[in-house]
């Protein structure tokens, strides 16, 4: 051990011992593999895409249908891009809403009930404001919303 020690007090002008040299080319071919690594999606990330839990599933089928209703209204409503945002945010709050309310049903009931809720409202422009009504369920009783 200690004539490791000695090669090494070379105040780094001599040459590292061979052992040394091989732990440094493992390190970068390893620093290398690692940065391929991390430029790839891992796998945790491609398994969860081909594979989202229901509730997230059910989560994103209303945010497409909530995109696809504000994406229509954008041209009729002349809706500026502050505004849609605000529309989607406030359209997918009522969802979970409504979601929260619907907690004991079926999942199939729960979610074409919140498709049904998306695709059933009317959205209009009032003046300045966009006013969101949606119908009123009997179960619900919800009330109409503005925004």
Known sequence: MEG??????GGGRGVLPRG???????????RRDSDRRDSQPDEEQQRRTGEADPQEAD??????????????LLKPLQLTPEESIKLVEQLYGSVLETDVKLAGEAD???????????????????GDRIVVEHPVPEELGASPAEG
């Open 59 to 72: 989560s994103l089928t209303a945010l497409k249908a909530i995109l696809s209703k504000v994406a229509s």
């Open 4 to 9: 490791g020690s000695e090669r090494r007090r």
């Open 108 to 126: 199939d009931t729960r979610k074409s009930s919140v498709l049904g809720y998306i695709q059933n409202a009317t959205i209009r422009r009032d």
């Open 20 to 30: 040394d040299r091989e732990e440094g080319a493992v390190s970068k071919r390893e």
